[in-house]
Structure formats: C-alpha cells, structure tokens
C-alpha cells in the first residue's frame, strides 16, 4: 500500500448523513494533515493532528490518529452538499517536513 | 492577504514543446514546493525550495525539469521538451516554519495537457 493511502477511494452518501474517510500511512511523522479539494481548485487545509494526539474536532470535522496502526479517520458529521471534494490526508516528516499524498477520497453528498 | 497564486490555470501544449509554470508564494514564506498530480494517482512531491535555493529535489522525475526561485519571491517550472506522460495537475505550496508546524498552503495548481 501507499503511505497516506485513503479508504475508500469514492464515497456517496445522502445530505445530512455522516461521511468518515480512513488514511493509512507507513512511516513515522510528525503530524498528518487533511486537505480538501473542489473541482478545479486547489487544496485547503482543513485540519493537523499531531503525532503526539489522538483526537482533534473543528466544527463538523472530527480526525482522530492511531499511530501504532498507522491510521487516521477524517469523520464529517452533518454533510452538505458543498462538502462535494476530494479528500486526501497527508503526512509530514523529517526535519523539513517532507510531505506526502495519498490518492484521496472523492466524496459525493447529493442533496 | 494573497494566497498563493499560479499561472496558468490550463496550458495545451504539443509533445516536443516548452512550457512555464509559475507561483507566486504567500508573500514571507521562506518554503516553496512543487508537486504534481497524474491522473488518478496520487498528489507526488517534486522539489522544495527554502528562499531561493533547493532543499530537496527528490521528486523531478527527470531533466525535462528545471525549477527555479530566483531572489527567492516566485518560483518557475520549465517543462522542456514536454512529453505526453507530464500531462497532470501541478500545485505549488508555501510554508512559513513555526512551532513544530509546517501547514503548506496550496495554489489553485496549473493543469498542463500535453497532446
């Protein structure tokens, strides 16, 4: 598998229900992050858990961090139909924090 | 305050020709980076600039490449000659270092078409 890998790669869910993406990650990091992308537009940075966390919640995103699986979830409580991204995580490493990407996760919330 | 930004959104180029990508960076970050999407894989790490000198060029994939940050403000990617296989998505991000953080904000990315 890939590091940062994501699970499931494509997610279709109805407004108002819950989506909850997974990462999973070889190496040791410093923390992981979560981006989001629209369609045509570039990434943003929704959340960081740190390597020493376990849970971390900002409003509807709640990324929680097993480092000895080496795994993340992403869990957006309440979806809307502008939560329509892709969703990747990425982990950051060494002492100039390398990054790295996984696939993503498309996310589909239809209205 | 300006994001980062990147020019062009969408270039079409023919196999064999020259393209030039540029970002602007987040006006004060020290770091730039490049990286690039093919489609349907993963979002691949290509160069790390610290102001204006490289700190990590693992990812260019080969000599087609050249990146540069002269002065340290906007950087370039060259793509020269381009070949079908470059066509993707290239983001550029910044960071400004603090406290153990390293937050990378990206540009909207430049999706280059080589037919």
């Known amino acids: 598998s890939q590091q940062g890998e994501e699970d499931p790669q494509a997610l279709s869910i109805q407004e108002g229900e819950n989506a909850t993406m997974n990462c999973s990650y070889k190496?040791?990091?410093?923390?992981l992050q979560w981006y989001r992308q629209n369609s045509g537009r570039g990434l943003v940075h929704l959340i960081l858990?740190?390597?020493?966390?376990r849970e971390k919640h900002s409003g509807r995103l709640r990324v929680t961090l097993d480092t000895s699986k080496k795994s993340s979830s992403l869990l957006i409580t309440a979806s809307r139909a502008a939560d329509t991204a892709s969703y990747f995580c990425?982990?950051?490493?060494?002492?100039?924090?390398?990054?790295?990407f996984g696939i993503g996760t498309k996310l589909q919330v239809i209205p | 305050e300006a994001g980062v930004t990147q020019f062009p959104s969408h270039s079409v180029i023919e196999k064999g020709q020259t393209v030039t990508l540029r970002c602007d960076p987040i006006?004060?970050?020290?770091?730039l980076y490049w990286y690039r999407r093919v489609m349907g894989k993963e979002i691949k790490f290509l160069l790390h600039?610290?102001?204006?000198?490289?700190?990590?060029e693992s990812g260019m994939p080969n000599n087609r490449f050249l990146a540069e940050r002269t002065g340290g403000t906007y950087s370039t990617l060259k793509v020269q000659p381009a070949e079908l296989e470059d066509s993707g998505v290239y983001f550029c991000?910044?960071?400004?270092?603090?406290?153990?953080?390293?937050?990378?904000?990206f540009g909207a990315g430049t999706r280059l078409s080589v037919l």
């Open positions: 991000a910044s960071s400004q270092v603090a406290s153990g953080k390293n937050i990378q904000y």
């Open positions: 190496t040791s990091i410093n923390n």
């Open positions: 858990i740190r390597s020493n966390e």
């Open positions: 990425a982990t950051y490493s060494g002492g100039y924090q390398k990054v790295t």
């Open positions: 006006s004060g970050h020290d770091n």
């Open positions: 600039f610290v102001k204006e000198s490289k700190q990590d």
